[in-house]
């Protein structure tokens, strides 16, 4: 099986901008959910979709929203970008839900000038 | 609100040693329990998760339902269990998902 994948998998981009972040899931895998990963904060959940619709987020603002199409894959969107949204942005696909096993993706790298 | 603590952030013991990282968990229901490894220049993975019971590379993590814990031990560490050691916690429906801060384990020669 073909894992995880991200793209793009490094981004730089300004204040005030706006990014999409994509991720492909394993074939079969229904849940995808979205992880913001930084030295100062570590891991943190921003959100998971199943089934086209989001069923859990994380705590964090309005500007970082997704969504889940019909074939599994999703999106992230970050609107008016700050410097403290560089981090690194993981995704993870699992069957059903994050209580079973999760498969990361490599992740995707976002630099805020 | 959920929270898991692992209050290691790095911990180094010699090959063949025994090695204990710590996990703790604050958590009103009955929780799904994980422990997630990343080595270097790897992904994130699965190491175990408490219902599956299971010995993973030799590691074994236990759910302590009256400590709030679910520490992960191997009696012999490796050099190639060097990397990072996430807990974490989902509840029952999937609903709400955190990561401890993690515990680089260092295992040396």
């Known amino acids: 099986k073909a894992g995880v994948t991200q793209t793009p998998r490094y981004l730089i981009k300004t204040r005030g901008q706006q990014v999409t972040l994509s991720c492909s899931p394993i074939?079969?895998?229904?849940?995808v959910s979205w992880y913001q990963q930084t030295p100062g904060q570590g891991l943190q959940f921003l959100f998971e979709y199943f089934s086209e619709t989001q069923r859990n987020k994380g705590n964090f603002p309005g500007r970082f929203s997704g969504r889940q199409f019909s074939n599994s894959r999703s999106e992230m969107n970050v609107s008016t970008l700050e410097l403290g949204d560089s981090a690194l942005y993981l995704c993870?696909?699992?069957?059903?839900?994050?209580?079973?096993?999760?498969?990361f993706g490599p992740g995707t790298r976002l630099t805020v000038l | 609100a959920q929270r898991v603590t692992q209050p290691e952030k790095l911990l180094s013991v010699f090959k063949g040693a025994p090695v204990e990282l710590k996990c703790n968990y604050s958590?009103?229901?009955?929780?799904?329990l994980f422990w997630y490894v990343q080595y270097s220049r790897q992904r994130l993975q699965l190491l175990l998760r408490?219902?599956s019971r299971e010995s993973i590379k030799g590691f074994t993590a236990d759910l302590n339902k009256g400590e709030t814990s679910f520490h992960l031990k191997k009696p012999f560490a490796q050099e190639e269990d060097s990397a990072m050691y996430y807990c974490?916690?989902?509840?029952?429906?999937?609903?709400?998902?955190?990561f401890g801060p993690g515990t680089r384990l260092s295992v040396l020669p």
């Open positions: 993870a696909s699992s069957l059903a839900g994050t209580y079973n096993e999760q498969f």
């Open positions: 974490a916690l989902s509840d029952n429906y999937g609903q709400n998902f955190v």
């Open positions: 408490h219902i």
């Open positions: 074939s079969g895998h229904r849940s």
């Open positions: 958590y009103s229901g009955s929780p799904e």
